[in-house]
Each structure stands twice: as structure tokens, then as C-alpha cells.
């Protein structure tokens, strides 16, 4: 009798996918991805509390603190259901910093596909998330991404100081030399004329982040609308 061997890694997440050839990250495949752009995103916190019958209009994201949506790695297959019941959904976004040791970078892409690729293959759409490591070994990540697809990034709370803004152009500018997007999805703020170029060489459909729209809320608030 054949004995069943505990999936401990959960190879399940990638089944039938195909791999870069030296880092081993799941390809998504292009039926996969979205060709709409999303009404609207929320973070995953706030998708909790959405009634069902309102769930159809958003997209769901990640980008937020890890310990807020942690426990989707923890049972993935507990939240198909959940994530089939919005529009789509947005790669997942745990963190990935430059001070981290390579291979924990390397762990944090691929635990970001991974899930990506599972719902994806699941019947849910997704839109890949661009989120990597430092540039010597991030190279192969945007081998998991078909050219041509829709992306999206995460700028909330990282664009604070002229050299967050370059550093923010040139990524930009490197994604769409990779992968050569038919549009950019910008859950954050994007401002100044440096961008400009970007947004006059791919379509470019920025989102309120959850906080952007709380002070916007507040303010309509203070001034009686």
C-alpha cells in the first residue's frame, strides 16, 4: 500500500505550474490574469467585513502589515471560497526588504507567487503584484510574469522623500522594460511631474489606499458634506 506523505512544504499551492529554471518560482499563466482594471481595492482587513451581496465590486489586496492577513499562508485552501465571492485579487504582498538575508527575499517572492498562482488556478482573477528584492537577485522574478499583463504595485508609505521618488521611477521604469504591462495598477499615491513619463508610456489607474480614503472621509466629515 502506497503511504501518504505530508505535504510540509505545500507543493499543492503550485500544482501543474511551471518553473524559472534556477529559483524555482511558479510561472502565472496569462489565462490567469485580468484584462479589467478593478472598480475599487481593499485590503484584506477591510474585505472581511464586506457583506457578501457588496463583495462583487471590489478587488481584495495585501498591502498592509503582514500580521493582518498571515493567516491566509497559514490555510489557503480556507479562503478560496472567500476570495471567489469578490471580483479578484490582488498578488499577495508579504514583505520583502533589502536588509533581509537573500534567501529570506528569495522565501518572500516566492511565498507571494505561490499563493498568487494557487487562487489563480483556482478560477479567480488575479492581477500579479510587483514586489521584489533587491536588484541582483530579483532578476528571475519577472520571469513568473507574462508580458503584456496588467500589474499592479504598492506605493503606500514608501514614497516620502526625493529619493524614494527616484528610486520608485526607476522600478517603475525597469517593470516596464521586463514585462511590458498594458497597464499599471497603483494602490497609493504616485505624484510629480517625474512620473510623467510613466504614465505617458503605459496606462497607469491609481487607488486610495485604506488610509487615503479614511482622511479624505474625515475631512468631508469636518467640512459637513
Known amino acids: 500500500m502506497k503511504k501518504n ?12 505550474a511551471d518553473f524559472t529554471k ?3 518560482y511558479p510561472i502565472l499563466t496569462k489565462e ?7 472598480v475599487d481595492i481593499i485590503t484584506f482587513k477591510e474585505a472581511l467585513k464586506i457583506p457578501v451581496s457588496e463583495r462583487k465590486k471590489y478587488y481584495v489586496c495585501t498591502f498592509s502589515k503582514d500580521n493582518s492577513f498571515k493567516r491566509i499562508k497559514r490555510n489557503p485552501k ?6 471567489k465571492s469578490f471580483d479578484g485579487l ?22 507571494n507567487l505561490a499563493l498568487t498562482y494557487f487562487y489563480g488556478n483556482k478560477g479567480i ?20 510574469i507574462p508580458k503584456n499583463s496588467l500589474v499592479a504595485v504598492g506605493t503606500h508609505g514608501f514614497i516620502k522623500s526625493k529619493t524614494q ?19 499599471i495598477i497603483i494602490y497609493g499615491t504616485l ?17 486610495d489606499s485604506w488610509m487615503e480614503k479614511r482622511n479624505k472621509d474625515k475631512k468631508k466629515v469636518k467640512n459637513g458634506n
Open 125 to 144: 482573477k488575479v492581477i500579479p503584484n510587483i514586489r521584489t528584492g533587491s536588484n541582483y537577485i530579483s532578476e528571475e522574478f519577472f520571469e513568473s
Open 165 to 183: 521618488k527616484y528610486e520608485w521611477y526607476y522600478f517603475l521604469k525597469y517593470i516596464i522594460e521586463k514585462i511590458e504591462p498594458c497597464g
Open 191 to 207: 505624484r510629480g511631474k517625474l512620473f510623467d513619463e510613466i504614465k505617458q508610456t503605459v496606462p497607469v489607474y491609481q487607488y
Open 78 to 83: 480556507m479562503y478560496i471560497d472567500f476570495f
Open 32 to 38: 490567469m490574469i485580468s484584462e479589467t482594471v478593478p
Open 90 to 111: 490582488i498578488g499577495f504582498d508579504y514583505s520583502i526588504h533589502s536588509d533581509m538575508p537573500p534567501i529570506v527575499q528569495k522565501s518572500q517572492m516566492y511565498d
Open 22 to 24: 534556477v529559483e524555482g
Open 5 to 16: 506523505v505530508e505535504d510540509s512544504f505545500s507543493a499543492f499551492l503550485t500544482e501543474n
